[in-house]
């Protein structure tokens, strides 16, 4: 799991949060108290006209005390309006700040380190917390932080009355205090445990409902469905430990309540039988304790979801605690395309290597395509090469430049990933496409189009560029969402592209147009392909096979067809199971290539290409 928070640093971050906000946590606490402190002089202005009619003094007596009432509702109403108004906008303001350091910290978070977790993790966290912490911050904090310096300041007031009054009502608080700390002991871990538990459950319907071609494909629905009932069962059981914890809460605060009453009023008796007090004083006392259950109850009550929120809380300050990325303090800048790797070991779990001692060098514009079937490292060295994972062993050179002396803009503007999983934006087309280059034109847009033949079907949209497309919009085919990548790559103009299976879900019919459109994509480019497609490595000036790990061959289509040795084995089956010949189209997938287990994961059982490492969404620009 990615990392929590310890309470201690949880509270140290919220200080840090509201440093700079100073001056409006200072306002908000001020009009807050005087808000609370102007409510409690109902109570004394209600015991004096007690006292008005206990002594038959004439009606017009309390004409004033009501008069009081009355501006002290409106004055109250008004200061606490504007009081829960600074507390909100305080929250709110905090939380955004942590929002977007979580946000930041989860974008940059290397990939190795997001998989292991889990997407499901890092999802329940950005949804499930976030939205946990923001109607605490809407909600629980504004009413508490009121409730809280309604109980200080009426007990305050019960001393100023009487110092025996303040002393009977404190009977009530070793139940309350007691109840709290039992409260707090158990609930603190049980809340914990539902937010991991919620992630898990979230982690395991994302596998089963995303894979669900791959569950289908082995016949795992059952097992799937018993996974995914266990850990719902698992969240049922927490939540309702959670309700059986707030009952036996709100039993032992009734008790409280009752045991508190009793003691003022018995006191109340005993100081008016023997005068030290009067009726009105007494009646006082009683309104300002019976006053406490609505303030005590909901700061009580809201203990509740300061426990759900604090623990969100924790797990957001965890990932947003997480150092940043390293800046280079003097970034070197590559002096071509050329891209070398050397040496290069890698290990998703230690003990099982993907990659032994790899070494590749492509020239500047040379086109090399990684083939070999599936688990052969293809997928692990393509995403080295790109930055996205750092190798255990051996060095990344871009441009004659160790990939560690590059800042993150330099590598941004120089390499570009894209993959197999291609994730369209919400939103216009033309945004989607600007997230490439934000200073495009509408002509360099169409150009792009164009380039990976997309401009066609572009023109034919409702409203064209400005058709919103995605979540909520039109819906692209797997083709079309594969052009609108590869038109991203052209606009963002890297001089080094890397392809990691960027054709492959474009189906049959498409392919070979797909294909295509890939190669004026990268046309220029320094380009390494991780091929689907064999007539892709064909078209290639290089091909790389990769067995186990390792580069076993090098060369040229035909030399290496010459040569009669892995890649010619893997050509015959390709050319046997199509009967085409290399310009064909494709219109079977090949068994080596997407039937195999998958590719660097050691045991993996999902027929498609997707390594530990693959990134769980679409082209990537590291």
């Known amino acids: 799991m990615l990392p929590t928070a310890s309470a201690r640093r949880t509270r140290a971050a919220v200080r840090e949060l509201l440093r700079p906000h100073r001056p409006l946590a200072l306002a908000a606490l001020v009009t807050t108290v005087a808000a609370t402190a102007v409510g409690l002089v109902v109570q004394p202005v209600l015991g004096h006209i007690v006292d008005v009619v206990t002594e038959a003094r004439p009606v017009g007596a309390i004409t004033v005390p009501v008069m009081l009432l009355a501006a002290v ?302 688990g052969a490292g293809k997928t692990t060295l393509a995403k080295i090469a790109a930055g996205i994972h750092r190798p255990f062993e051996g060095t990344v050179r871009i441009g004659g430049a160790e990939l560690d002396s590059l800042d993150r803009a330099t590598l941004h503007r120089t390499v570009a990933l894209i993959t197999q999983d291609v994730h369209v934006f919400a939103g216009p087309l033309a945004d989607d496409l600007r997230l490439a280059r934000p200073d495009a034109t509408d002509a360099e847009l169409r150009e792009a189009l164009d380039v990976v033949s997309a401009l066609s079907w572009a023109d034919l949209l409702p409203d064209g560029l400005a058709t919103v497309v995605g979540e909520g919009g039109h819906r692209l085919t797997s083709a079309q969402s594969q052009q609108l990548a590869l038109a991203r790559l052209v606009l963002a103009d890297p001089p080094v592209a890397i392809l990691d299976e960027a054709t492959a879900e474009a189906g049959s019919a498409g392919a070979r147009a797909l294909e295509k459109a890939a190669a004026r994509a990268v046309d220029g480019r320094t380009a390494l392909i991780v091929a689907h497609r064999l007539t892709q490595a064909a078209s290639a000036d290089r091909i790389v096979v990769m067995e186990a790990g390792r580069t076993v061959e090098s060369g040229t289509h035909d030399e290496l067809r010459a040569a009669n040795g892995r890649y010619a084995a893997l050509w015959e089956a390709w050319s046997y199971s199509r009967d085409t010949t290399p310009g064909d189209a494709t219109p079977r997938e090949i068994a080596s290539d997407d039937a195999a287990p998958r590719d660097d994961t050691p045991g993996d059982t999902t027929p498609r290409d997707t390594a530990p490492g693959d990134a769980p969404s679409g082209d990537t620009a590291p």
């Open 73 to 374: 509702a409106v004055v109250q109403g008004a200061a606490t309006g504007l009081g829960l108004s600074l507390v909100s906008r305080l929250g709110e303001t905090v939380l955004a700040r942590l929002r977007e350091r979580f946000v930041d910290r989860a974008l940059n978070l290397p990939l190795e380190q997001v998989e292991g977790a889990g997407s499901g993790d890092l999802t329940a966290r950005v949804t499930g917390d976030v939205s946990l912490i923001a109607d605490a911050v809407r909600n629980a904090l504004p009413e508490l932080t009121r409730s809280v310096l309604a109980i200080v300041l009426t007990l305050g007031a019960l001393a100023l009355l009487d110092w025996r009054f303040f002393l009977a009502a404190l009977l009530a608080v070793p139940v309350q205090a007691h109840t709290a700390r039992w409260y707090i002991r158990n609930a603190a871990p049980l809340y914990a445990e539902q937010r991991i538990a919620y992630g898990a459950q979230q982690q395991q319907l994302l596998d089963s409902i995303g894979g669900a071609p791959t569950v289908r494909a082995f016949r795992l629905e059952k097992e799937h469905t018993e996974r995914v009932t266990e850990r719902s069962w698992s969240v049922v059981a927490l939540t309702m430990r959670g309700v059986q914890l707030v009952l036996r809460f709100y039993s032992r605060l009734h008790l409280a309540e009752f045991t508190g009453l009793a003691a003022v009023l018995v006191a109340g008796f005993l100081l008016v039988r023997t005068d030290a007090v009067s009726i009105g004083t007494a009646t006082a006392a009683a309104l300002y304790f019976h006053s406490l259950f609505t303030p005590v109850n909901s700061a009580l009550m809201l203990i509740d979801d300061a426990q759900s929120a604090t623990a969100g809380l924790a797990r957001l300050v965890g990932v947003a605690d997480l150092p940043p990325a390293v800046r280079v303090e003097r970034p070197a800048v590559p002096r071509d395309a050329s891209v070398a790797l050397g040496g290069i070991a890698h290990a998703y779990r230690p003990g099982h290597p993907v990659l032994h001692g790899v070494d590749l060098t492509i020239a500047p514009g040379e086109r090399v395509a990684l083939v070999g079937a599936s």
